[in-house]
């Protein structure tokens, strides 16, 4: 159970109310790509509103290195806020100094003043005491709702609760309480399903997950190295050598619990591999651990085709579908899925239709998740580059919980602390 307090534990009838969002967002040309995060945040925003309260929100946007960047700026939200909450929302260009206050006199009771990308100021990532003292200012009340930033100990985060009564809002209060629920009580059998790059971003919550979870299923480029570990070749595909003696670790970690509990830790066993990273290349499935295939050398480059070893040239970029359908199986095996990380190189688009070419593994996790195949599992989604991906695809709303934050959910899974929720109020 959550244990801050709340919005809804103190009073903010007519307040001037500092509000910690994530609006960190995709921004092409001026417009935003996905919205997810700002209707997120809603349910506090609309709540203040309704209780007569002066709004202030703000937020990073990118990383700019303490420097102003006009294309990190959060002038684009304003819009597209003003029509979510139909409310009057105001821009300040700065979110501290003349530019703001001139902005902050403006500022009626039920309406909104966005401030300009906190990280422009070096200050913000550093934890200042004399930035936060002054952000409080003008505030009565300090609300964090920005959960995709509490495992940060920033300005806006962490020094700001010295200076203003500090509370949560209702998006971090239901992130946390769903995360941590999942991962105290999961109902059972229960399956991890976990991508991306690198293990050592990951190594604290696959080994969390190795003693918690009954499946836990790699994907993406951190299985290349998974492969490397166990004398596997895999061409010019990505991986980090240092990070070997990590995922031995891993392996024997997962084979000493499955030797004392029914437990199975799934590795590709086929993958989609290509030349290079474009959509127009060829790409071929090569099965190194499931049956005899004939090796095919020279392949056509109009014929998908099937061998068993990677060529020298050639990267994985992908699951193949032989793995993709044992993790999908699994599925209608368990009653819960916690998956963080794409399965393959889900960036890259198609040429034509909305599957990219090295995206099906992560589609048939998807259409798994949601039922296609018979049973449909309880799904917590998480990761930057997963929940980017299935909001690409307007599945957003089709799963459980989908995470707004990456790296604070991980660390959450994972057990630990998040400065910026220990700052909070105590109930």
Not at 359 to 386: C, M
Not at 387 to 396: A, D, F, P, Q
Request: charge should be neutral; proline fraction near 5%; charged fraction near 20%.
């Amino acid at each position: 159970m959550f244990t801050k307090k709340t919005i809804q534990d103190v009073d903010v009838d007519n307040k001037t109310v500092l509000v910690r969002v994530d609006y960190n967002v995709p921004i092409a040309d001026q417009k935003i790509t996905d919205d997810y995060r700002i209707k997120q945040s809603l349910p506090t925003v609309k709540y203040l509103l309704e209780h007569h309260a002066k709004l202030i929100l703000i937020s990073h946007l990118g990383r700019p290195n303490g420097q102003v960047v006009k294309s990190y700026s959060l002038e684009p939200i304003v819009n597209v806020l003003a029509k979510l909450t139909n409310t009057k929302v105001l821009f300040a260009n700065d979110c501290i100094g003349k530019q703001f206050d001139d902005k902050f006199k403006q500022l009626k009771p039920g309406e909104i003043l966005l401030s300009e990308n906190l990280r422009f100021h070096p200050e913000e990532e550093k934890n200042d005491a004399d930035f936060a003292k002054v952000l409080a200012k003008p505030a009565d009340l300090f609300v964090q709702d920005g959960f995709g930033v509490v495992h940060r100990a920033h300005a806006s985060t962490d020094a700001i609760t010295h200076f203003l009564p500090s509370v949560a809002g209702f998006l971090l209060k239901k992130e946390v309480d769903t995360i941590t629920q999942v991962m105290a009580n999961p109902e059972r059998p229960m399956m991890a399903i976990i991508g991306g790059a690198k293990i050592v971003d990951k190594i604290e919550l696959i080994k969390k997950f190795i003693t918690l979870a009954d499946i836990v299923a790699i994907g993406g480029a951190m299985a290349n190295t998974f492969l490397l570990a166990q004398d596997q070749f895999i061409g010019e595909s990505l991986a980090d050598k240092a990070e070997i003696p990590l995922a031995k670790d891993i392996i024997s970690l997962a084979q000493k619990e499955a030797s004392q509990r029914d437990f199975v830790f799934s590795m590709p066993k086929d993958a989609v591999v290509a030349s290079k990273v474009d959509p127009s290349s060829p790409t071929r499935i090569v099965d190194w651990g499931t049956h005899v295939i004939a090796e095919i050398e020279n392949y056509p480059k109009h014929v998908p085709v099937v061998a068993r070893t990677i060529a020298s040239h050639e990267k994985i970029l992908d699951i193949g579908p032989f793995s993709g359908s044992f993790i999908g199986g699994c599925m209608q095996l368990v009653k819960t899925v916690v998956w963080n990380g794409s399965m393959g190189v889900t960036e890259v688009k198609s040429l034509q239709g909305p599957v990219g070419p090295y995206a099906h593994g992560t589609e048939l996790v998807i259409d798994a998740l949601l039922g296609q195949f018979g049973h449909r599992p309880y799904s917590l989604v998480g990761g930057g580059d997963t929940v980017g991906y299935i909001e690409n695809r307007g599945l957003i709303n089709q799963f459980n919980h989908v995470s707004t934050g990456g790296g604070a959910s991980l660390e959450l899974m994972a057990g630990r602390k998040l400065p910026g929720v220990e700052a909070l109020l105590d109930k």
